[in-house]
């Protein structure tokens, strides 16, 4: 039984690599796609927006239905069905064609990370191997984002951005029966699915309610901006999709590491780890946005990947305390307002691109996660006062 637990977490966070990267690696690529359909950036950036909104939204149906019908159980179905629209992705003929492929996957993409960390904590009695399994999951994902944007720059110079979708999704299918064999099919616990029941106590916690919602200026913030940067840095630089993936890479190696460090950094700083980060951020997209030269870019996407993962995970944690029974429906509100407001901030900054610039684009994202990180601080001063 040891053995399949550990080979369980195992395939979980290799799918999560995958589908992490499934979203992270659009950025790098978007060039081609707008080249492939004789479309703007913006035009194109849309496909990103069909696949972040319906992340979001249906993330808060996925918990109750792991509760309903076994956590197992919905992850394998979605597991299967992102990797097909995956596949699917790389035959689109057109831009309204490749959003609605787009969006299907991220609808059933939705399942995968908030379900995903609340079966891996109901496989462990013990805390500390729960907190490392989860860990380890986490890590995962975080290696997913450090490798999508060189992967899916590297897939499309050699061949095209359907080469990306197609990799994925096999990727995915191959991840997808595995997991039939490895995961540990159990019964639902509840039973009915009731969205109501699922999260009154959640909406009953306005503290909760506070924190979760900072995940939205999170999101609108990195997400938002972080799908433009690819063809930001074709246009300052010249290079081709292939190097731009790669010196795109120290965000999310800044995130991969970050996140395995995080807990130690916010032991060592306490509330002010979230200031620091909505600083650092405030800091890095400001200079991004003057565009100061490529070599400054490697330390400025190392401090925006490391803002952004203290920030994500400090917020996730702190909610979590408030709800330590209900983590799945917690972490599906994160996910819901993360992904929200990542492709609201995508579809948006579309608009500022038409009107202004790149830059405009980079200066209100780092006021965003500036203000993120400010009201983050907040939140924990007066969290800690109440505990004294």
């Given at each position: 039984?040891?053995?399949?637990?550990?080979?369980?977490?195992?395939?979980?966070?290799?799918?999560?690599?995958?589908?992490?990267?499934?979203?992270?690696?659009?950025?790098?690529?978007?060039?081609?796609?707008?080249?492939?359909?004789?479309?703007?950036?913006?035009?194109?950036?849309?496909?990103?927006?069909?696949?972040?909104?319906?992340?979001?939204?249906?993330?808060?149906?996925?918990?109750?239905?792991?509760?309903?019908?076994?956590?197992?159980?919905?992850?394998?179905?979605?597991?299967?069905?992102?990797?097909?629209?995956?596949?699917?992705?790389?035959?689109?003929?057109?831009?309204?064609?490749?959003?609605?492929?787009?969006?299907?996957?991220?609808?059933?993409?939705?399942?995968?990370?908030?379900?995903?960390?609340?079966?891996?904590?109901?496989?462990?009695?013990?805390?500390?191997?729960?907190?490392?399994?989860?860990?380890?999951?986490?890590?995962?994902?975080?290696?997913?984002?450090?490798?999508?944007?060189?992967?899916?720059?590297?897939?499309?110079?050699?061949?095209?951005?359907?080469?990306?979708?197609?990799?994925?999704?096999?990727?995915?299918?191959?991840?997808?029966?595995?997991?039939?064999?490895?995961?540990?099919?159990?019964?639902?616990?509840?039973?009915?699915?009731?969205?109501?029941?699922?999260?009154?106590?959640?909406?009953?916690?306005?503290?909760?309610?506070?924190?979760?919602?900072?995940?939205?200026?999170?999101?609108?913030?990195?997400?938002?901006?972080?799908?433009?940067?690819?063809?930001?840095?074709?246009?300052?630089?010249?290079?081709?999709?292939?190097?731009?993936?790669?010196?795109?890479?120290?965000?999310?190696?800044?995130?991969?590491?970050?996140?395995?460090?995080?807990?130690?950094?916010?032991?060592?700083?306490?509330?002010?780890?979230?200031?620091?980060?909505?600083?650092?951020?405030?800091?890095?997209?400001?200079?991004?946005?003057?565009?100061?030269?490529?070599?400054?870019?490697?330390?400025?996407?190392?401090?925006?990947?490391?803002?952004?993962?203290?920030?994500?995970?400090?917020?996730?944690?702190?909610?979590?305390?408030?709800?330590?029974?209900?983590?799945?429906?917690?972490?599906?509100?994160?996910?819901?307002?993360?992904?929200?407001?990542?492709?609201?901030?995508?579809?948006?900054?579309r608009f500022l691109l038409a009107g202004w610039s790149y830059g405009a684009?980079?200066?209100?994202?780092?006021?965003?996660?500036?203000?993120?990180?400010?009201?983050?601080?907040?939140?924990?001063?007066?969290?800690?006062?109440?505990?004294?």
């Amino acid at each position: 039984m040891e053995s399949k637990t550990k080979s369980a977490v195992f395939l979980l966070g290799l799918m999560g690599f995958w589908a992490m990267g499934d979203n992270y690696a659009a950025s790098p690529m978007l060039v081609d796609i707008a080249g492939s359909f004789n479309i703007d950036i913006g035009t194109a950036a849309l496909s990103v927006a069909a696949y972040m909104l319906p992340f979001g939204l249906f993330t808060l149906l996925f918990g109750p239905l792991g509760d309903r019908y076994g956590k197992a159980r919905i992850v394998s179905i979605a597991a299967f069905g992102t990797a097909v629209f995956s596949c699917l992705g790389a035959l689109a003929f057109n831009i309204t064609s490749l959003a609605l492929i787009r969006a299907a996957n991220g609808a059933l993409a939705a399942a995968i990370l908030p379900v995903t960390i609340s079966y891996v904590g109901d496989l462990f009695a013990d805390p500390q191997k729960r907190m490392n399994a989860i860990g380890s999951v986490m890590g995962m994902y975080f290696l997913g984002a450090a490798a999508a944007t060189a992967i899916g720059g590297g897939l499309s110079f050699i061949g095209s951005w359907r080469l990306v979708y197609l990799t994925y999704g096999v990727a995915e299918l191959i991840i997808a029966f595995f997991m039939l064999k490895y995961l540990i099919f159990t019964p639902g616990t509840a039973k009915t699915v009731g969205l109501r029941r699922a999260y009154a106590n959640a909406f009953a916690q306005p503290f909760l309610l506070k924190t979760v919602v900072l995940l939205f200026l999170v999101g609108f913030a990195v997400f938002g901006s972080f799908t433009y940067l690819g063809d930001f840095l074709v246009e300052k630089t010249g290079l081709n999709i292939f190097h731009v993936g790669l010196v795109m890479t120290p965000f999310g190696l800044a995130a991969y590491i970050g996140g395995q460090k995080s807990g130690d950094i916010r032991q060592r700083m306490g509330p002010q780890t979230t200031l620091f980060a909505g600083i650092l951020g405030l800091i890095s997209w400001t200079l991004l946005g003057q565009w100061p030269g490529l070599y400054y870019v490697f330390p400025i996407l190392l401090g925006f990947g490391l803002a952004f993962v203290l920030l994500q995970s400090t917020i996730i944690i702190t909610a979590q305390q408030q709800l330590p029974l209900q983590r799945g429906a917690v972490m599906s509100l994160c996910s819901f307002n993360m992904f929200i407001g990542g492709g609201l901030g995508v579809s948006a900054n579309r608009f500022l691109l038409a009107g202004w610039s790149y830059g405009a684009i980079f200066t209100i994202a780092a006021l965003a996660i500036m203000a993120a990180g400010l009201l983050a601080y907040r939140l924990l001063l007066r969290l800690a006062r109440e505990q004294i």
